[in-house]
């Protein structure tokens, strides 16, 4: 029943990742990226992840997505301006690209297969994430916060429109 | 044993679809041309990164991972939110998102 389930889920996130790199309308892929960040989640609670995949659902689906769709918004696309890619282009790097997945199977499938599994699945509840957070990695979380700071300075920044008149 | 049998099979999957999610990403950021679906494609990319974190650390027990996975979010969501400004940006000075069109700095 498990396997079923994670079967489900990991075909419905891979066809959904496929749409978003393959759909022409940009609003589709955006729509398609909102279903594979659903499926990604979905994975993460069969894993036992339950905190993890709440935060993906909020800030993938939640935050990130309704940003791209605003954007789009804000472009205004009227025709798709998009040119297509050189046909030679899309062969190499698809082999490159399949050629490198298949490369990290098997280098994967070698050094993590012996990492022996638990019998039970493991719980990553929300009081040892948050241990973990607040002692072990309390500095790298310090500079993140410190990072989202500038982030947000940085964005005023950049996103401003620019003023009509100059003195 | 054949709970551990049908385990490490499972496992195996799931490399396989973390990986394959890479590919696709990696494949739409090689081919597509418009700045929003390459955004998009970094966007999977990172994607497949935390799915084999969490596999990982689930299957060890240790909850690092998923703690790297909260750091990978944070960085991301800020990583899209600078993009989208560089693209808005982009698109005023070009009045379009292609990126074989941002030819300035080739000579």
Known sequence: MKEAVFTFFSLFTLLTAAGVILSRNIIYSAFNLVLCFFGLASLYLLWGATFLSMIQILIYAGAIVVL???VVMLLNFEKPT???TRFS???LSSAGVWTLALILLRVLSKSLGEI???ETPAKASVRTISKLLFSQYLWPFEVLTVFLLALIVGIFVLARPEKEETP | MILAEKLTSMAYW???VSIALFALGLLGFLTRRNALIVLMSLEL???AVNLLLVQISM???TSEGIVLVVFVITVAAAEV???LGIILNLYRMKKTVDLGSFRNLSG
């Open chain 2, 81 to 83: 939110a600078v993009g």
């Open chain 2, 45 to 47: 990319m990172l994607n």
């Open chain 2, 59 to 61: 299957r060890t027990g």
């Open chain 2, 14 to 16: 799931s490399h396989f």
């Open chain 1, 116 to 118: 022996p599994s638990l």
């Open chain 1, 68 to 70: 791209f769709v605003f």
């Open chain 1, 89 to 91: 282009i899309i062969v």
């Open chain 1, 82 to 84: 998009e040119q297509k």
